[in-house]
């Protein structure tokens, strides 16, 4: 019989945060788990690819940074920000939007920091001059 049992993120169980620290170690480590040179797995049925080009890195960093490219770009389109587009330099302001404490964990803490710091780029928080009309 298999049993789960839920256990409390950071709660300092010693199974958790081994697997935490695993986790954040495979997540971060840059040395490749597995080259592949299509010249030798001719017999290989399924390679990864993003539209005809052979993806060559981990796939799950290659997923992340995507859909990290399609939020940004989601973000510039919108009509509300479309008059930052050639004004914000967008490597310092994606770097203060999504710095907000530790690299290996994320947690609800950091979360409302960047949803904060996004609010007050986009001008979504109700200031005093916007409530007083």
């Known amino acids: 019989m298999l049993r789960f049992n839920k256990v409390k993120a950071h709660n300092n169980d010693y199974f958790n945060e081994r697997i935490d620290q695993e986790c954040r170690i495979a997540h971060y480590d840059s040395t490749p788990a597995l080259v592949i040179k299509q010249q030798y797995f001719d017999n290989i049925w399924f390679i990864p690819q993003w539209g005809s080009i052979s993806i060559e890195r ?16 989601s973000f ?23 710095n907000n404490g530790e690299k290996t964990e994320t947690n609800f803490e950091q979360h409302r920091k960047m949803i ?9 928080l109700a200031v005093l001059e916007k409530t007083k009309h």
């Open 76 to 98: 510039l389109h919108l009509p509300q920000n479309y008059k930052y587009k050639d004004v914000v330099d967008w490597d310092i302001t994606l770097w203060i939007l999504c």
């Open 58 to 73: 981990k796939l799950r960093k290659f997923i992340t940074d995507s859909s990290n490219i399609k939020n940004y770009f």
């Open 116 to 124: 904060f710091k996004y609010k007050l780029l986009s001008e979504q």
